[in-house]
């Protein structure tokens, strides 16, 4: 029996550990905000970005969507994030792909205020995690762990295998998997023998976006699979790269999709934020405190 790994619980106790310090930061006057970037007409990305503002809402953090519709600019997007990135109301940034073709998102997730990066997006925030220095991971990547964890399944020195290197999901995915002790292989669209390279793992992370990719043959017995990918249907199913089927008795334990890593990715996000709104309270005060120590000497 393969046993079924959800993020429901887990992603209730962040949003109430998050709508926790949101009601005290409150107190004191900083409502947490948070403001969604989205450029684009995808059913599906609408759908999303609409479930992180109702869940927002419920945490008790202001949420904005910026629909800037699917014919904006690069320039029309980057003057935006930079703009929010000075907005003192707006303490968390996410910039939610996908975004219209030809967009140069590389210069985008630079223009994301580290401060505000609750997606860990921009390459600032990226070399900070690999630096192993205090910065947002990807609420995905860190959802992956935090599922581990809650589930009582460590990393150290178990061997890992992560399929997929994006930016905001395989490649921070394998460093928080190798600062955790594990030993780990990253698998992605030129490896040529991919069940070579997963079938051997303790843990094995797939976050690739093709539905059913990874089947019995690519998962040791036992094994622990976590299924980030989620490729919606157009009738509304969403899909894992995981065939939930043909890994059933093989894999010891598994993601499900929904369920799974989805939720908890976004209390992460949420969580980030009220952290981040904190961070930036606690900053404007040291700063207006230190005026106040100049003007007085
Ligand atoms: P995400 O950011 O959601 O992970 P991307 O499209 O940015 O999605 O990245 C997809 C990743 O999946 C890439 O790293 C790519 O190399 C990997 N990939 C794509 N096809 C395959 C495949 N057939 N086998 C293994 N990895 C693949």
């Known amino acids: 029996m393969t046993r079924s790994l959800g993020g429901a619980e887990l992603a209730t106790s962040i949003r109430n550990d998050a ?12 409502r947490p905000k948070l403001a969604v970037v989205q450029a684009t007409d995808d059913e599906s990305t609408a759908w999303y970005v609409r479930s992180i503002a109702s869940a927002a809402k419920r945490t008790g953090i202001l949420c904005d969507i910026v629909d800037l519709g699917a014919a904006a600019s690069t ?4 003057s935006t994030l930079v703009e929010l990135g000075h907005d003192p109301d707006v303490h968390g940034i996410i910039l939610q792909t996908p975004l ?3 967009t140069d998102l590389d210069a985008l997730r630079e223009a994301i205020n580290p401060a505000k990066d609750v997606d860990g997006a921009n390459p600032v925030s990226l070399g900070r995690l690999v630096a192993r220095q205090p910065a947002f991971a990807p609420a995905t990547a860190q959802a992956v762990i935090a599922l581990l964890d809650h589930h009582g399944i460590s990393p150290h020195g178990r061997t890992a295998a992560v399929v997929g290197r994006s930016t905001v999901v395989g490649s921070p995915v394998a460093h928080l998997l190798v600062q955790r002790n594990a030993t780990v292989t990253v698998c992605h669209r030129h490896t040529t023998d991919l069940a070579a390279g997963t079938r051997d793992a303790d843990i094995l992370v797939v976050a690739v976006g093709i539905p ?5 043959d690519h998962v040791a017995d036992g094994a622990v699979v976590i299924d980030v ?11 894992g790269d995981v065939d939930a089927v043909a890994v059933d008795g093989r894999a010891g334990a598994l993601t499900p999709v929904p369920g799974g890593v989805g939720p908890v990715t976004t209390a992460l996000l949420l969580n980030h934020t009220v952290d981040a709104a904190g961070t930036q309270y606690a900053q404007t005060r040291s700063e207006s405190v230190l005026a106040g120590f ?3 000497v």
């Open 19 to 30: 709508s926790v310090a949101a009601a005290a930061l409150s107190e004191i006057g900083v």
């Open 75 to 78: 320039e029309q997007i980057r």
């Open 100 to 102: 219209p073709d030809g």
């Open 212 to 216: 059913g990719l990874i089947t019995a």
């Open 229 to 239: 990918g989620t490729t919606a249907t157009a009738d509304g199913q969403l899909l």
């Open 294 to 296: 100049r003007s007085s």
